[in-house]
């Protein structure tokens, strides 16, 4: 196992793949690996990239990956989808214009597809974009559809978020916005060409108003006595661009890094620390069920079926399935 | 606590809106109430309403809202919204339009909110739903934005879900489509007057034909021996609407009624113990979640601390915790 942890520090692409595969189906003793690996991947910048289906994130991330190997930066890009069983697993959709990255020796590119009834899409996520930092990635890119808890999730333990939105998406695209809203450290406001751009870079302008004197701190309201001062809080800039054409896409990253560099400046500690937490939190709750409901899977049949007969009310089920694991 | 149920129980409005309240916030003792409530609840319908943003899945449930009060049927509603700290709750968003059915008393209407890092958001919506079959609902609809593995869970733990689809809405809803897919037990093609609703429909019976051959119970693959007969399957429907004028709304209804009647025949009682499975797996994970991140706040804190630090590595601080709860 430690060795497969080397051969990843060391760059080697099939142990890289392979440590992910590991990592992703929860094979007893990737953790170890994990362990080996982790103090060596520090350093590495994790940037999540979320928004509305529709609103250009892959074409935004493929723009962002040039710039970064035109730069000669190492980059791990890690695509979150949902999965259907019928493609038996992760749905590469318009990412296909990513193909051509697929032969450049400095990206590696990997999806994770959300799980069945385990769950845990957070927690692999958040390990192979650290498999990728062992790899040797120096950023790494997490792009996830914004809109339930895991990618929030996975959004708020990113160091940094990039919150993609788009002009006319439909009726719904309002409150979806506000979900995401406070993930975001730099907002990209896609489509620039488009009528409505200029209006829904005032309107989230506008929210972000709405929200400055209530200490906010990316998703977390924080007691105001621990970061209240303006110069700890972080304004979220509100960036237009044009990605398929590559527009503003330079400006995105520079803010970006920008952001970083608060975050690791004195001013950026409650931050860090929310962000630390978070993980933390979601890796014990996911080896908690991954734990318990592997162990119990029989005692769960069992129950089960008790529930479908109504000898049992759920909570009473639980309440049994805990006891024995109390 | 059972005198709060009993008041549930015998149709109370303000005893019903407080054991939701208790019951989304995890206040102490609610279980016992909701062990209470529980048998009388067994003959209550839970159906799922999911579909991408802009799918017109509200204006969809208020004319089954409509239709259902036309027969007398008591309803209820939860709707699963993503939260916004700044907004502070649920986003009602474009559901002022089922402000007529906040007047009639045989219609409650619950909105549930994702949550911070403890998550809970299907446990939740399912509690609230338990309430309302509680209240005296015959039919409660469950609402979601069908893209994050919780929504899928809550989809897929529903009796019978409905998936609503719309053509037109930008060049993810390809991938998002599939995701949802594997939930649905009748398709609705909503916006049916508009342009590419054909080849919507076409996609999906296209879609649904692919997966034909191999036997899947809604998002569950199950071994082909338990359940491989064609005539133990459910083929979803796909069906024809548009909305926003009551067109082809009742077929979908009565496109419902039949998957339920299949669902309590002998032919559904393998999707019949996979809900009943997931919903006591999810509840279980939630309880776990639940009393090891309560009962250890300060820990995590401390050993948050430590990973930033660098002292430590964030899979040993999950060992160290588990260590302590094992």
Redesign the interface.
């Known amino acids: 196992v430690s060795e497969l942890a080397n051969r990843v520090l060391s760059g080697d692409l099939r142990a890289t793949a392979r440590l992910c595969r590991l990592a992703d189906d929860r094979v007893p003793g990737y953790?170890d690996a994990?362990?080996a690996l982790?103090?060596h991947t520090?350093g590495a910048w994790m940037v999540g990239i979320t928004g509305?289906?529709?609103a250009g994130k892959s074409t935004l991330v493929d723009r962002l990956l040039r710039l970064l190997r035109a730069e000669g930066v190492r980059v791990g890009v890690v695509a979150v989808?949902?999965?259907?069983?019928?493609?038996g697993g992760a749905?590469l959709?318009?990412r296909i214009r990513m193909q051509e990255h697929f032969s450049d020796p400095d990206v590696f590119i990997r999806s994770v597809a959300?799980?069945?009834?385990?769950?845990g899409?957070s927690r692999s996520a958040l390990d192979i974009a650290r498999v990728l930092a062992g790899w040797g990635a120096k950023v790494v890119l997490i792009e996830t559809?914004g809109?339930?808890?895991?990618?929030?999730?996975i959004a708020n333990t990113a160091d940094s978020t990039l919150v993609v939105v788009a002009p006319g998406?439909?009726?719904?695209?309002?409150?979806?916005k506000?979900?995401?809203?406070?993930c975001a450290d730099v907002f990209a406001v896609n489509k620039a060409d488009l009528a409505g751009a200029d209006a829904a870079a005032a309107d989230l302008e506008h929210?972000l108003s709405?929200?400055a004197d209530?200490t906010?701190v990316h998703?977390?309201?924080v007691s105001s006595v621990a970061s209240n001062s303006i110069g700890e809080r972080w304004i979220p800039p509100v960036l237009k661009c044009v990605a398929s054409r590559g527009d503003g896409v330079a400006e995105i990253l520079t803010a970006l890094r920008a952001h970083r560099a608060w975050l690791e400046s004195e001013r950026g500690s409650a931050r860090?620390?929310a962000r630390?937490?978070?993980?933390?939190?979601?890796?014990?709750?996911d080896?908690?069920?991954e734990?318990?409901?592997g162990e119990?899977e029989t005692a769960?049949?069992v129950?089960?079926?008790k529930?479908?007969s109504?000898a049992v009310?759920?909570?009473?089920?639980?309440d049994e399935?805990?006891g024995t694991?109390a």
């Open positions: 953790r994990m362990k982790y103090p520090r509305n289906p529709g989808d949902p999965t259907s069983p019928f493609s749905i959709g318009d959300t799980r069945g009834a385990l769950g899409l559809v809109v339930g808890q895991d990618e929030l999730e998406l439909g009726d719904d695209v309002q409150a979806l506000a979900g995401i809203l406070e929210m709405l929200g209530t906010v998703g977390h309201r860090r620390f630390a937490k978070l993980a933390l939190t979601e890796r014990l709750k080896a908690l069920a734990r318990v409901v119990n769960i049949d129950l089960a079926a529930v479908l109504g009310d759920p909570y009473s089920a639980v399935l805990l694991n």
